[in-house]
């Protein structure tokens, strides 16, 4: 220990709590000493790199190719995806991806390339392979998207897990964007990216990486076209990416650069190619269509730790009620449990909690539960785990002790979820969370955290997991651990309520994590970055799969000023997940709490959400369907553009509204970037041509009139919430000789029941706007309402 790990330990123990810190402190040592005893010093290592061609063999979809000192298998599938993996890799097992491998495209063969090189060419995508290991994904016409150099392995002598590194090439004015989402993103610069989930001590801004999901997906877009690289390896790693630039040097092109470096795992890659859209699609195909919410998790909501007792939560919810605002879900956290311990209840602090959450469900608020993986050590929960298959539920370490840290209860055990039994087991425990009326969950800490005072606050790497029955340590269930507990938690959901849809959202995960419902940002810093850090989050999480993601409005710790909270309130009522929340020791986050302006612009944004829920719960289907992202980077229906690509102060809410959200203190107009096309003011009704730049009205909160940009596509029809509470269009009028339209899915209830589709087209004819509806003999039964003319 060094004297800045001394000094944090220090820190530690006032942080906890004197019992609490020494136990964090003894923790760290029983890890260390774990470590030590169950991974050996890697010790002398040799490195390989593939060699040159020695031979081929056709498969369906591809073929493999056989070099000096390893084998590489290329196949493209039938959707158009391409699959490549080293030294025998498959597709499967994994975690990513949702049931079995896509099947091959039967058209697609290996076949010699020049200079003793090989090819797999499709309709979508060709793969060429080099005599020395290079892989090329190209455009059906020759353009190249990324250049994969060969890579390079470096194995203990004495055995274990070999790391790797792959460096690659894409086009000199590429961007990168994904990787899980990173604060200081939505587009990637020149930098270094670990790929490790991690709990970052405390609240964070853009400065901090990683956070509580990092994924091993580029999403990279260029003039050359977009395509999807998925490195699928769970373990430890780091992304190094570098820009390129255009005529750098003597005049030539320096490409852009990424290096996936990686301490184990196989060596595999899957590519989409295509428009935005398409990759986004593809990339749902692959690894599961996202949980669609219920259709109240759509609307606004409201969490705290520190609610302290039942008469506070009904104080605040009769809080929202007298002043007629909106509320559509209340969440507690840890603060409502026994001691801290989960599934439990204080019940002195919350004695009828079922019959709070029927009080609530009547006034149409329903309440969410956090739930931690951590089990106290000893108590109730722990000794019914204990009992789950021959050696029990709990994380073990290489001499076969249950492996203990320390969390809010106390010492901890930690299920291990990447065991089936051990899954089914903790999905039935959300029995109890049901019993008490809750609706729904959200998951934290479940990195999973492990109080330190130093180094990484999580579990010995030694660790072993079932990982689905092939074993392994630490190393490689880390990142995968909380995308587990979610898939744990979701199938308990449905088989104790099959006819409901479940709500869960989890602070940590891991590719695939949509398929069991979204996330939050975690503990975002109560600060201006942080508030630009919070869109950029949500922007990322949708490009890297996970649509329904939103901020900890306001922030998770201190007391943000009136104008910082009105612009993260602003902003929060244009994203998926809509909920304020705070910390323990922070200032509240009710609107009105910070002024009467304030609550009156606070009233203006939450009418507007709940006028338009509707093309939510459209947004939510399509992106169940599609893939694409409620919120979207505004070159999404434009990646050509270069402009567009560096615009990240704006978003794209579906295909129909733009939103621009301030992020500077004292701002009261804002430059705002256009897509090609007329755009519409929502508010002031005026008319801007893209593309270019204009300048927008943003009323600081002192105005009467205090508000963010929103504008509105011409030729768009958007689902809205009518005086009556029916649905109705508001259309949007286009622009002469041009057309527009849009779609329209129906809130089905919140079962499995199948949603209908509706399909409009909008045009301008003699002045006046015509709606048609297609696809259906009924013709347009909603009610229509103009705007823009």
């Known amino acids: 220990m060094d004297g800045r790990e001394l000094a944090r330990s220090v820190r530690a123990v006032r942080m906890f709590g004197t019992s609490q810190g020494l136990r964090a402190l003894r923790s760290t040592w029983r890890q260390r000493r774990a470590d030590a005893a169950g991974l050996p010093p890697r010790g002398p290592e040799r490195a390989r790199v593939p060699g040159a061609v020695t031979g081929t063999e056709v498969v369906p979809g591809g073929g493999v190719v056989r070099f000096a000192r390893s084998e590489l298998r290329v196949v493209v599938a039938s959707g158009g995806a391409v699959f490549y993996g080293w030294d025998g890799a498959l597709p499967l097992p994994s975690y990513a991806l949702a049931g079995e491998a896509p099947e091959p495209d039967p058209r697609a063969v290996l076949e010699p390339d020049k200079d003793g090189g090989w090819r797999v060419v499709s309709e979508r995508v060709t793969v060429t392979v080099s005599r020395h290991g290079a892989v090329e994904v190209r455009t059906p016409g020759g353009v190249v998207l990324r250049r994969d150099l060969p890579p390079r392995w470096w194995e203990p002598v004495r055995g274990g897990p070999a790391r790797w590194v792959q460096r690659s090439e894409v086009p000199a004015d590429a961007r990168f964007f994904g990787l899980g989402g ?43 076209g977009t395509h999807l690289a998925f490195h699928d390896s769970t373990w430890d790693g780091r992304v190094l990416l570098r820009e390129g630039e255009e005529g750098a040097g003597s005049g030539h092109d320096r490409p852009g650069s990424s290096e996936v470096r990686m301490s184990g795992g196989p060596l595999r890659c899957w590519v989409l190619v295509g428009t935005p859209a398409r990759v986004l699609h593809g990339w749902a195909q692959l690894t599961g269509a996202p949980a669609l919410p219920p259709s109240w998790a759509l609307g606004p909501q409201h969490a705290r730790w520190g609610f302290g007792s039942e008469a506070e939560v009904r104080r605040v919810v009769d809080g929202y009620r007298r002043r007629e605002l909106p509320l559509s879900v209340l969440h507690l956290d840890i603060d409502h449990y026994d001691g801290h311990q989960v599934f439990t209840v204080d019940r002195e602090r919350f004695p009828d909690l079922p019959g709070l959450a029927k009080d609530l469900a009547g006034q149409g608020v329903r309440l969410v539960s956090i739930v931690d993986p951590a089990v106290k050590a000893q108590g109730p929960l722990h000794e019914g785990g204990a009992a789950v ?41 959300y029995e109890e969370r049901l019993a008490q009326g809750f609706a729904g969950v959200w998951h934290d800490m479940n990195e999973p955290v492990s109080f330190t005072p130093f180094g990484d606050m999580t579990l010995p790497r030694s660790a072993r997991h079932a990982l689905e029955g092939r074993g392994g340590d630490h190393r490689e269930a880390h990142n995968v651990y909380g995308l587990a507990m979610a898939r744990a938690g979701y199938e308990g959901l449905r088989r104790l309520r099959p006819e409901e849809r479940p709500f869960l959202f989890s602070r940590s995960g891991w590719a695939g994590m949509q398929r069991y ?143 621009a959200p301030v992020f500077e203190r004292g701002t009261d107009r804002r430059a705002v970037r256009l897509p090609r096309g007329l755009w519409y003011d929502t508010v002031t009704g005026e008319a801007y041509e893209g593309p270019g730049q204009v300048l927008l009205s943003a009323p ?90």
């Open 182 to 224: 990173r604060a200081a993103g939505p587009r990637l610069r020149d930098g270094s990216y670990r790929l490790w989930n991690t709990d970052p001590r405390g609240s964070f801004g853009p400065d901090d990486d990683p956070l509580y999901i990092t994924m091993p997906l580029q999403l990279v877009v260029s003039d050359a």
């Open 389 to 429: 298959g021959t050696e029990g539920a709990f994380v073990r370490d290489a001499r076969g002790r249950e492996v203990r840290g320390v969390v809010w209860p106390g010492e901890c055990v930690y299920p291990d979820f990447t065991d089936p039994a051990v899954r089914a087991w903790w999905g039935g425990l």
């Open 700 to 789: 600081l909160p002192d105005a009467a009139d205090s508000r963010i940009p929103v504008l509105a596509r011409a030729g768009s029809v958007v689902p809205v919430r009518g005086a009556d509470g029916g649905t109705e269009l508001e259309v949007w009028a286009p622009a002469a000789g041009r057309t527009g339209g849009g779609l329209v899915v129906a809130d089905a209830g919140d079962g499995w029941e199948p949603s209908e589709v509706e399909r409009y087209a909008t045009r301008l004819v003699d002045g006046e706007v015509v709606v048609e509806r297609l696809g259906s003999e009924r013709g347009v039964e909603r009610r229509v309402r103009v705007r823009g003319l």
């Open 517 to 659: 419902g979204g996330t939050w940002s975690g503990d975002v810093s109560s600060s201006w970055p942080g508030l630009r850090a919070s869109l950029a989050l949500v922007l990322g999480a949708g490009l890297s799969g996970v649509p329904y993601s939103g901020p900890d409005v306001g922030g998770f710790d201190g007391d943000p000023s009136p104008e910082l909270y009105l612009r993260w309130f602003q902003l929060g009522a244009w994203l998926p997940l809509f909920r304020t929340h705070a910390a323990i020791d922070a200032g509240r986050r009710e609107p009105w709490e910070f002024g009467p302006r304030v609550l009156e612009h606070a009233r203006v944004a939450l009418a507007e959400r709940e006028r338009m829920r509707p093309y939510f719960v459209t947004l939510a289907h399509l992106a169940r369907l599609t893939g694409a992202p409620y919120v979207r980077p505004l070159w999404w229906g434009a990646p050509e553009d270069r402009a567009l690509r560096d615009c990240e102060d704006a978003f794209l809410l579906g295909d129909a509204l733009l939103v």
